[in-house]
């Protein structure tokens, strides 16, 4: 077994039981126009104007974007500027819902017929990467087939981050639209192998999947260990298929694509119903949590002070999007749900534990899945030595916080690390 | 809502701070420490208590002079204290010990920074300084239960300091060494306060390899080296072992060689480190003018660790060839 660095953590799963249900249609969203990677798209509507379900209210002819849809049917109130929890301001669509929830004319299944109709269909439906980064996925799907073939596709339902279930709920509440997803892709891009994997801590969606899959020659299902950062798009590949996605490459070049579970899933579905990427599974817990901790199909744009409304955590000191290893923190629970965030956690504490002296334990060193030297990219960081971090591969850095996680003297090194990669002038 | 707390993630920590990394090496030393004790009395036991008392206030004094925040909390002067006492005679004179200790915090450690900012082991500096300075003061070995007046001698040689016993039989000449093996491996045999009893050592050592406070390399390497060239010299598998359990060896390799300050960061290097330093221990023993050279060879491949860790750098997953610095 193919095996990097990394930490255990404690899983704390406890929702992996609450079958996903719909979350109230919220009074009113807030639509950011920049919800995935890339440029942001240019707000199609106006105040005043009147949206449906699944209208197209955001795009761009930029090449690295996705557009956006309304979640709901009524009136847009006001187009502002908003700021992000990520620190990026943008155009967002405040939409006031009338309650009907009358679907766009335009939403009918796409004609799929080749690769090319495919992969534009698939950028109509808006769809980025569920699991955390929100990759465009028509780009990811667009790879070019003649310089850097692909041969194997990893889905990733490894579901690493303590907490979250979401990818969990997707594959035992619709296994078939996953298995039906990654035929899709399989088909139009020409993948003759694909392995979904899934840690070892989730055993009922392994035999699931096993079993759904059991005369399906080019579908295989991996068992990997259950260690964080086990679904880190590098650690992934290197676990499933040994090769190394070296620096500066993409997967492509080491013939991989790497699929979440969720957006193979999400991706069959578009193409039966044609409703674009408006609603999307996550899941709500964390310590704050009173009540109602589970699995939500919520729409997109909800405000995350509902979510916390509706499980009791009004009384949470931190909120994050995604898991508490890699999650980024709300300044303020009037941000809306985007379409990468697949958990919104509360936490009852808040403070970071005081920073001490590094002793120079080599923790971080043991824990790095990439084998950086965290504490040599402190000193290096802290004497602007601009070379030295180049020789160290700061550029590396995932960021997956293992060695803020493991100190002892609790330094923040991951930080450390994404100010270090800044600190490196762009070519 | 507002009033949210907003950091950077990771939003997690793992169970562990070096205060508590400090303590899990005390209980680790303890068992050697209460056996060193037993064998050598309370007045052992003393000079234990002077050196932590000493090491803790000229810690505690130290951050107070130089303004800077107090970490006489995060426990690595008691392990200083404990560790210096250990590698002292029962009999030393306790203004000798706190000269130790006013090496070992003061000079070592803290006028370089404190904590991790200590290029040579605190307790082995100031066990060497003491051995240089106070020669005769640092050889006051006695026997075990000297105190309790049921063995007749009160002073000892050390394990590698005393002569073996030379004898013929059938015409053919044999040494015979002044300790059994049982005696080693327990304990009872004139030394430093903490390093006679191996047993205690070792399950210390194994305490801190499980609790992952320190890895297998170092004791591995430097036990390991040391026993095969050892073994090479000698040609005798029972002289080997007799090396192994005398003198210093077990406590420096298990406790000193593993300190994280001043010694290399990945297990490349620790492994050097621990070939490093039974290779000089080898050579001092065998060769050199003092019987023991497990302090001298910890002292000299600290001063190697930077260059060491230059040289044995963890290479990052799927790194493209590195950038060549400027000269």
Same mark, same amino acid.
């Given at each position: 077994?193919?095996?990097?660095?990394?930490?255990?953590?404690?899983?704390?799963?406890?929702?992996?039981?609450?079958?996903?249900?719909? =979350?109230?249609?919220?009074?009113?969203? @807030?639509?950011?126009?920049?919800?995935?990677?890339?440029?942001?798209?240019?707000?199609?509507?106006?105040?005043?104007?009147?949206?449906? @379900?699944?209208?197209? #209210?955001?795009?761009?002819?930029? =090449?690295?974007?996705?557009?956006?849809?309304?979640?709901?049917?009524?009136?847009?109130?006001? @187009?502002?500027? =908003?700021?992000?929890?990520?620190?990026?301001?943008?155009?967002?669509? @405040? #939409?006031?819902?009338?309650?009907?929830?009358?679907?766009?004319?335009?939403?009918?299944?796409?004609? #799929?017929t080749d690769k090319q109709s495919f992969i534009a269909a698939i950028r109509e439906s808006g769809l980025t990467g569920l699991g955390g980064a929100g990759f465009p996925t028509h780009i990811k799907l667009n790879y070019d087939a003649v310089k850097t073939p692909v041969d194997t596709l990893v889905i990733n339902a490894a579901e690493c981050e303590p907490y979250i279930t979401s990818d969990f709920r997707e594959m035992m509440e619709s296994p078939m639209d996953v298995i039906e997803g990654i035929l899709l892709v399989q088909k139009y891009l020409g993948i003759p192998i694909c392995k979904i994997c899934i840690e070892d801590n989730k055993p009922e969606a392994i035999a699931l999947m096993k079993k759904k899959t059991e005369n399906l020659k080019s579908i295989q299902i991996v068992a990997l260990p259950s260690s964080y950062p086990q679904g880190a798009e590098k650690v992934i590949v290197y676990s499933a298929t040994g090769r190394i996605v070296a620096e500066g490459e993409l997967p492509s070049n080491q013939g991989v694509m790497v699929m979440n579970v969720s957006t193979a899933a999400h991706m069959y579905r578009y193409t039966q119903d044609g409703m674009p990427l408006t609603k999307r599974r996550l899941t709500l817990d964390g310590d704050a949590v009173t009540k109602n901790a589970g699995n939500y199909f919520v729409p997109i744009g909800t405000r995350v002070s509902e979510l916390l409304e509706h499980c009791g955590a009004e009384g949470a000191k931190k909120v994050l999007y995604g898991g508490p290893m890699m999650g980024i923190c709300l300044y303020d629970t009037d941000q809306p749900v985007l379409k990468n965030n697949n958990a919104i956690l509360a936490f009852k504490d808040g403070e970071s534990p005081k920073t001490t002296a590094c002793i120079r334990c080599g923790r971080c060193v043991r824990t790095c899945p990439l084998n950086l030297m965290p504490v040599l990219i402190e000193n290096a960081y802290n004497a602007e030595d601009v070379e030295e971090l180049k020789r160290l591969k700061v550029m590396l850095c995932m960021n997956c916080g293992c060695c803020s996680y493991a100190c002892p003297a609790h330094r923040p090194l991951a930080e450390i690390n994404q100010l270090a990669k800044a600190m490196i002038p762009r070519k | 809502m507002k009033g949210l707390f907003v950091s950077p993630s990771p939003h997690r920590a793992a169970d562990m701070s070096t205060s508590k990394i400090m303590l899990l090496v005390i209980i680790a030393l303890f068992p050697a420490a209460m056996a060193g004790c037993v064998f050598f009395g309370p007045r052992a036991a003393a000079v234990l208590a002077v050196c932590i008392a000493a090491c803790v206030i000229f810690e505690a004094l130290c951050r107070i002079v130089m303004k800077k925040d107090q970490t006489v909390g995060d426990l690595s002067a008691v392990v200083t204290g404990l560790l210096l006492g250990m590698n002292l005679p029962a009999t030393v004179p306790f203004y000798v010990a706190v000269i130790g200790s006013f090496v070992a915090i003061v000079i070592v450690k803290q006028l370089f920074g404190g904590i991790g900012q200590n290029f040579a082991n605190p307790a082995i500096a100031a066990r060497i300084v003491l051995m240089l300075s106070f020669t005769s003061q640092m050889s006051g070995w006695v026997k075990p239960y000297w105190y309790s007046g049921a063995v007749d001698a009160e002073t000892s040689a050390t394990p590698l300091a005393a002569e073996w016993l030379s004898y013929t039989e059938n015409g053919a000449a044999y040494k015979m060494a002044p300790f059994t093996l049982s005696e080693m491996f327990w304990g009872e045999t004139g030394g430093c306060i903490g390093e006679t009893c191996a047993a205690m050592l070792i399950l210390g050592g194994l305490f801190l390899i499980i609790t992952k406070v320190i890895s297998l390399a170092t004791p591995v390497a430097f036990i390991g080296s040391f026993a095969v060239l050892t073994l090479l010299y000698t040609g005798s598998l029972v002289d080997t072992l007799y090396g192994v359990l005398a003198g210093g060896l077990l406590i420096g390799a298990f406790f000193m060689a593993t300190d994280y300050a001043t010694t290399p960061l990945t297990t490349k290097g620790k492994v050097v480190f621990g070939i490093g330093c039974g290779l000089v221990t080898f050579i001092i023993r065998s060769f050199g003018s003092f019987p023991e050279g497990v302090s001298f060879s910890i002292l000299l491949m600290n001063l190697l660790t930077p260059y060491i860790d230059r040289l044995t750098k963890a290479s990052p997953f799927g790194a493209k060839k590195p950038v060549k610095a400027k000269s």
């Open positions: 077994m193919n095996k990097l660095n990394g930490v255990h953590l404690s899983h704390n799963k406890g929702t992996k039981n609450c079958e996903t249900v719909d =979350f109230p249609l919220p009074k009113s969203v @807030v639509i950011p126009m920049s919800q995935h990677m890339g440029a942001p798209c240019e707000c199609l509507v106006k105040k005043g104007d009147t949206v449906t @379900v699944g209208q197209k #209210i955001g795009d761009t002819d930029a =090449f690295m974007s996705a557009p956006i849809h309304s979640p709901v049917s009524g009136t847009v109130t006001d @187009v502002i500027d =908003f700021l992000l929890a990520s620190g990026a301001v943008c155009k967002a669509a @405040v #939409i006031e819902s009338d309650g009907l929830q009358t679907v766009c004319p335009d939403v009918k299944p796409p004609e #799929i | -």
